[in-house]
């Protein structure tokens, strides 16, 4: 099967972040397929970005074909990150002739989160008879919409909003990350039947417990555990999203109590968290900074707790599928999850507790009581995250799906 997938951010491990792309392609062309990823030259989320000359450019990585096109440098979310967007969209759009004949795909699947790229997509298909496939990673332009306080009136909105539409109308399957979006869609006038569910995932390959941090890390954790100190973790992006000041509120309910919060990460809201510690006099909070990807399993391992925080938000009723919940799972760690979605990871795999979202009264009692819980109890819990995610997210059972989905 000859498969193109074409999604504006996508990276590899070596240049970073957009990471599925990358994954779902390695499966398949581990089982025979051939496969070419269209990116664009320039993604904010990649932290190495190609090598290129020209308007055009194509590489291998690790059997993979990949088709650079040349997009322009942007910062933030503002104007240029638009045309960014519409270089990237443009220039796919004169090379759908050359792309149908060069790699012939039996298969085309548009998914670079806003869903402009369905018309080139649905052009390179057409020439070629393949199957056109949608993949949606968020619900373009709702979430601008809700999250923005875009007006449905805004010239950007209704170019989005016809987009969406028009790949509900024309492509042959969905593909949704998320799991609650089917009356969404339908309400869009998708057809139930090309409705499909496949979630993020993880490789457990890369989950060797590599004993490799920091002397800063190394350190703290020493100290803390000399303590014998309840471990409280949290790893990632510190930003208004991820609801970390709620978390670190919740240490004050926590003074007399033997428990640390650990947080390791670095983002934009790390000067206000530092802040809050300050004045509130916070002395069982501890900052670490970022470590590689790589380096993950192990700092999870040094950890008892972990937690996952989300701002509430209404788009969180489709469901949500964040890469963060799946890494705490693996580590077999019991998770206190205050995240209010559509679905309720760790009730659907028993792995730990679930609590209201931005109320820091709530944490603390949640992580006091998992304190309490019976120790074979949290390793039933740790173990119960770790089966759930082999048996859901392995990237070998995702990409198996994805394509029997289309058949």
């Given at each position: 099967?000859?498969?193109?997938?074409?999604?504006?951010?996508?990276?590899?491990?070596?240049?970073?972040?957009?990471?599925?792309?990358?994954?779902?392609?390695?499966?398949?062309?581990?089982?025979?397929?051939?496969?070419?990823i269209v990116a664009g030259s320039f993604s904010q989320v990649r932290s190495i970005q190609p090598d290129f000359k020209g308007k055009y450019n194509e590489n291998v990585i690790d059997g993979i074909n990949y088709f650079w096109i040349k997009t322009p440098k942007f910062e933030g979310n503002g104007f240029g990150r638009i045309l960014n967007i519409l270089a990237f969209i443009v220039r796919l759009s004169l090379k759908a002739s050359y792309l149908s004949k060069r790699f012939t795909p039996q298969i085309v699947i548009a998914s670079s989160t806003y869903p402009m790229d369905i018309y080139p997509a649905r052009k390179i298909a057409k020439k070629t008879k393949a199957k056109l496939v949608y993949e949606v990673h968020d619900l373009w332009p709702l979430s601008p919409m809700e999250l923005g306080g875009y007006s449905k009136n805004h010239p950007f909105i209704m170019i989005v909003q016809r987009a969406e539409d028009y790949a509900y109308k024309n492509c042959d399957h969905v593909i949704s990350m998320l799991p609650k979006t089917l009356d969404y869609m339908k309400s869009r006038?998708?057809?139930?039947?090309?409705?499909?569910?496949?979630?993020?995932?993880?490789?457990?390959?890369?989950?060797?417990?590599?004993?490799?941090?920091?002397?800063?890390?190394?350190?703290?954790?020493?100290?803390?555990?000399?303590?014998?100190?309840?471990?409280?973790?949290?790893?990632?992006?510190?930003?208004?999203?991820?609801?970390?000041?709620?978390?670190?509120?919740?240490?004050?309910?926590?003074?007399?109590?033997?428990?640390?919060?650990?947080?390791?990460?670095?983002?934009?809201?790390?000067e206000k968290l530092l802040q809050i510690i300050s004045e509130k006099k916070l002395n069982n909070v501890h900052f670490l900074p970022a470590v590689p990807k790589t380096d993950i399993p192990y700092v999870l391992s040094l950890m008892d707790i972990l937690f996952i925080g989300l701002q509430k938000q209404s788009l969180f009723r489709f469901g949500?599928?964040?890469?963060?919940?799946?890494?705490?799972?693996?580590?077999?760690?019991?998770?206190?999850?205050?995240?209010?979605?559509?679905?309720?990871?760790?009730?659907?795999?028993?792995?730990?507790?679930?609590?209201?979202?931005?109320?820091?009264?709530?944490?603390?009692?949640?992580?006091?009581?998992?304190?309490?819980?019976p120790e074979f109890e949290k390793q039933k819990m740790g173990s119960n995250g770790k089966k759930f995610v082999l048996e859901n997210h392995d990237y070998r059972i995702l990409a198996e799906k994805f394509l029997k989905h289309l058949s």
């Open positions: 099967m000859k498969i193109l997938l074409i999604n504006h951010y996508a990276g590899s491990p070596e240049m970073g972040m957009e990471f599925r792309p990358y994954y779902l392609a390695r499966e398949w062309v581990k089982n025979g397929h051939e496969v070419t006038g998708l057809d139930p039947v090309k409705w499909h569910f496949n979630p993020n995932g993880i490789v457990p390959d890369e989950w060797s417990l590599i004993n490799k941090l920091p002397e800063t890390h190394v350190k703290l954790f020493n100290e803390l555990k000399a303590k014998n100190s309840l471990i409280v973790g949290y790893t990632g992006s510190f930003g208004l999203s991820n609801s970390v000041h709620t978390f670190i509120e919740a240490a004050k309910f926590l003074k007399d109590e033997n428990i640390s919060l650990v947080l390791v990460g670095k983002g934009p809201e790390k949500i599928s964040p890469n963060k919940m799946i890494d705490y799972m693996m580590a077999e760690k019991p998770v206190i999850q205050a995240i209010e979605a559509g679905n309720n990871i760790v009730e659907e795999a028993q792995c730990g507790l679930f609590v209201e979202p931005e109320n820091p009264e709530a944490i603390a009692s949640a992580i006091m009581k998992m304190k309490n819980i």
